[in-house]
């Protein structure tokens, strides 16, 4: 009897430090997988899939001299689009409304450099730990998931280069581990000696005449924009508030950022208009869920990959300053 209470203690002591061990070895992946993106040179093809919609982009990143992180992405499917990213600056080239978007990233993150700096705040609201190694566009492969502590944000799954750490293979999961949404590589070559001509925009010599929007106004954290949000969703904190001028004759609409380090909810407010129509409630664009509520005079909208119930709740919670 004694010989099996000492054998049941042991156990118990060993399962929660063979799962801590567990946890720590992928968050070193997920860590790596950030410097990675961060200091790797790279060039390659990627697929982005979500329901019935496929897009097929090339990009090409570049560290200089001086450790800027410089990156060009050319979306290949539909109409022409190009990014070009030097650091955290970005300028989107759209050739066919011959218009310049410039921007700042942000909270923002795009594949492959989908992770937060600090992977270790993640384990607050998902359980970390390793799968099943894999290949990827020929490449050997770890596994991290991402499996969410509630209801109010979706599962992940990365694939990670086993030599590099570099992220290949990204995919958010429902409640059942059905794929939403996927970024892969489909073609992928690392450590190239790429230089600045690789990554400079094809699309900046023809866009003389164009007409530049400038979105990055007054963007930082928790800035003053005259709205709080008092029900907010779970582990989704304040990341950016900014009001962004939407043409001469429109008043600036209120936009606010709210992150988790992995997902993010977008919150816009902006004066109500008759053309807006009177649709409130839920809506679905791809992976994106929607959610619009009418406020006296003001339709706040909610957006993100996260439940519908969600971004409900971040809705509801939106009051103005008085």
Known sequence: MIF??????????????????????????????????????????????????????????????????????EVLDGSPREVVRINDEVRCYLPKEKVIIEDKRGSRKTFPSLLPESVGALTEFYSV?????????????????????DTFRFGYVFWIEAQTGLLLKARMVNERGDPIEQFAFAQLQIGLPLSREDVRSRLAAMSEGWKVHSANTTSAQNVDVGWVVHADVPGFRQVAGMRRTLGPDRPDMVHMVFSDGLAAISV?????????????????????????????????????EVPPHSLQRMVEGVEQKH
């Open 4 to 73: 099996r209470a000492v054998c049941l203690l042991a156990t118990l002591l060993v399962v929660p430090a063979a799962w801590a061990q567990a946890q720590a070895e992928a968050l070193a992946l997920l860590s790596r997988a950030v410097n990675a993106s961060q200091h790797l040179s790279y060039a390659g093809t990627f697929v982005y899939q979500s329901g019935s919609s496929v897009e097929t982009s090339r990009i090409a990143h570049y560290i200089d001299a001086d450790g800027n992180s410089i990156e060009r992405l």
């Open 129 to 149: 730990k390793r799968g099943q190694p894999g290949r990827v566009a020929g490449f050997d492969t770890y596994s991290v998931l991402l499996e969410p502590k």
């Open 268 to 304: 816009f407010i902006e004066p109500y208009r008759r053309e807006d129509g009177s649709y409130v409630g839920p809506m679905k664009h791809g992976a994106v869920n929607v959610f619009k509520r009418r406020i006296a005079g003001y339709i706040v909208t909610a957006l993100g």
